[in-house]
């Protein structure tokens, strides 16, 4: 664990903590514990000015965690507040003032949340995040093939980000923010590049260390918690008939639970169906579990992991998919042994033994690679109109 931006003096402050939080439509959020040796014969305000350096808000940072080199990730985000933390068990010495300070960061994607007034006429939902994306100076990697639909639409008093956050749950799509790169696909997309999926086990043999610390999963389709199916349903009007008509969702038509798309009937049958299809297409990774593990930067949100063991039983063998993730590092400053990485995730399936992910021909390349203009971060390559 180490900050890469702006560059701090290593004998002065370290890092004993991070808490890096991760979900579907949200932006990722960091906490970073520091701590600070300031020398006693400075004045009482002197590490705040000279010693430790606070980072003062909206200041870019740069960190890059992990378990090990082939699993070093990196963070861009900004420092959005920070905390002086004091507690009786603090060490004391005689000629230097250890102080801890937690830094709350958001991540690049901060910026998008000016409110906005627009109009869009006859745009996909492609073209609108496209649009919104570069504007930002964000790489939009979008799965075109399932936003075709032209919509009329107005932005009123909304921030950009909510804005396309309501835009994918209307259409049954995924947001997911990594860094300056930003995914809109359908749920069942994997947006794992290379061929390594993380493993855990749960072997409960002696001698073996086991990596799943523990894991809780909802399989029934009438719990209301989580591991929800459902049937969906649509109205839209007839302006011929002067009646409503009924659309349900093939992909959701043998469910037993059945939910409305909206709590009005929608105009045509053309935007009944299309709403059905978008609620159904939300509620594809049905099947939910919530697992601890040991840490593994490679969990990422819409990336696959794989949980095996006799421990874990059998229906809960098997890949699974990403949707949130949280990454605790406690950093012992001199002695690594006693050091803890964990992660606390939640994932779904879309039925009940396994997982049907789509490969992501259809995003385009790779995302950009992230540099740092005029103190904020942006993508490289953020691709033509």
């Given at each position: 664990?180490?900050?890469?931006?702006?560059?701090?003096?290593?004998?002065?402050?370290?890092?004993?903590?991070?808490?890096?939080?991760?979900?579907?439509?949200?932006?990722?959020?960091?906490?970073?514990?520091?701590?600070?040796?300031?020398?006693?014969?400075?004045?009482?305000?002197?590490?705040?000015?000279?010693?430790?350096?606070?980072?003062?808000?909206?200041?870019?940072?740069?960190?890059?965690?992990?378990?090990?080199?082939?699993?070093?990730?990196?963070?861009?985000?900004?420092?959005?507040?920070?905390?002086?933390?004091?507690?009786?068990?603090?060490?004391?010495?005689?000629?230097?003032?250890?102080?801890?300070?937690?830094?709350?960061?958001?991540?690049?994607?901060?910026?998008?949340?000016?409110?906005?007034?627009?109009?869009?006429?006859?745009?996909?939902?492609?073209?609108?995040?496209?649009?919104?994306?570069?504007?930002?100076?964000?790489?939009?990697?979008?799965?075109?093939?399932?936003?075709?639909?032209?919509t009329e639409r107005a932005q009123h008093a909304q921030s950009d980000f909510t804005f396309l956050r309501d835009l994918a749950e209307e259409y049954g799509l995924r947001l997911v923010v990594d860094n300056t790169s930003l995914y809109l696909t359908q749920p069942l997309v994997s947006l794992r590049?290379?061929?390594?999926?993380?493993?855990?086990?749960?072997?409960?043999?002696?001698?073996?260390?086991?990596?799943?610390?523990?894991?809780?999963?909802?399989?029934?389709?009438?719990?209301?918690?989580?591991?929800?199916?459902?049937?969906?349903?649509?109205?839209?009007?007839?302006?011929?008939?002067?009646?409503?008509?009924?659309?349900?969702?093939?992909?959701?038509?043998?469910?037993?639970?059945?939910?409305?798309?909206?709590?009005?009937?929608?105009?045509?049958?053309?935007?009944?169906?299309?709403?059905?299809?978008?609620?159904?297409?939300?509620?594809?990774?049905?099947?939910?579990?919530?697992?601890?593990?040991?840490?593994?930067?490679?969990?990422?949100?819409?990336?696959?992991?794989?949980?095996?063991?006799?421990?874990?039983?059998?229906?809960?063998?098997?890949?699974?998919?990403?949707?949130?993730?949280?990454?605790?590092?406690?950093?012992?400053?001199?002695?690594?042994?006693?050091?803890?990485?964990?992660?606390?995730?939640?994932?779904?399936?879309?039925?009940?033994?396994?997982?049907?992910?789509?490969?992501?021909?259809?995003?385009?390349?790779?995302?950009?690679?992230?540099?740092?203009?005029?103190?904020?971060?942006?993508?490289?390559?953020?691709?033509?109109?």
């Amino acid at each position: 664990m180490s900050i890469v931006y702006p560059k701090v003096a290593a004998a002065r402050q370290y890092v004993t903590q991070m808490e890096a939080h991760f979900a579907e439509g949200a932006h990722p959020v960091v906490e970073l514990t520091v701590q600070f040796s300031a020398p006693r014969s400075e004045s009482i305000q002197g590490w705040l000015l000279t010693s430790g350096s606070l980072l003062s808000e909206g200041t870019p940072v740069h960190l890059v965690y992990g378990s090990g080199p082939h699993q070093a990730v990196d963070y861009y985000g900004y420092v959005h507040s920070h905390r002086v933390e004091s507690a009786e068990t603090d060490p004391k010495f005689t000629m230097n003032a250890e102080v801890s300070v937690t830094y709350t960061l958001t991540g690049a994607t901060s910026d998008m949340q000016s409110q906005q007034n627009r109009a869009w006429s006859s745009a996909s939902p492609s073209f609108i995040a496209r649009t919104i994306c570069r504007g930002h100076r964000l790489a939009p990697l979008v799965q075109r093939s399932a936003t075709s639909v032209r919509t009329e639409r107005a932005q009123h008093a909304q921030s950009d980000f909510t804005f396309l956050r309501d835009l994918a749950e209307e259409y049954g799509l995924r947001l997911v923010v990594d860094n300056t790169s930003l995914y809109l696909t359908q749920p069942l997309v994997s947006l794992r590049r290379s061929r390594e999926i993380p493993a855990f086990h749960l072997t409960k043999i002696p001698g073996i260390k086991d990596t799943v610390y523990s894991f809780d999963m909802v399989t029934g389709e009438l719990e209301p918690a989580g591991g929800k199916r459902r049937r969906v349903e649509a109205y839209g009007y007839n302006r011929s008939t002067r009646f409503l008509s009924r659309t349900v969702s093939r992909a959701s038509a043998t469910a037993r639970y059945t939910v409305y798309a909206t709590d009005r009937p929608s105009p045509s049958q053309a935007a009944a169906s299309s709403a059905a299809a978008g609620t159904s297409a939300t509620g594809d990774l049905w099947v939910q579990a919530r697992a601890r593990v040991r840490g593994d930067a490679r969990v990422k949100i819409g990336h696959e992991v794989w949980f095996q063991g006799v421990g874990m039983g059998p229906q809960a063998i098997g890949t699974w998919m990403v949707r949130e993730a949280s990454h605790h590092m406690a950093i012992h400053p001199t002695d690594a042994r006693l050091s803890t990485y964990r992660c606390d995730l939640v994932v779904g399936r879309n039925r009940r033994d396994g997982l049907d992910a789509i490969h992501n021909t259809d995003l385009g390349p790779a995302g950009s690679a992230t540099a740092l203009s005029n103190g904020r971060w942006h993508a490289q390559y953020i691709g033509a109109r």
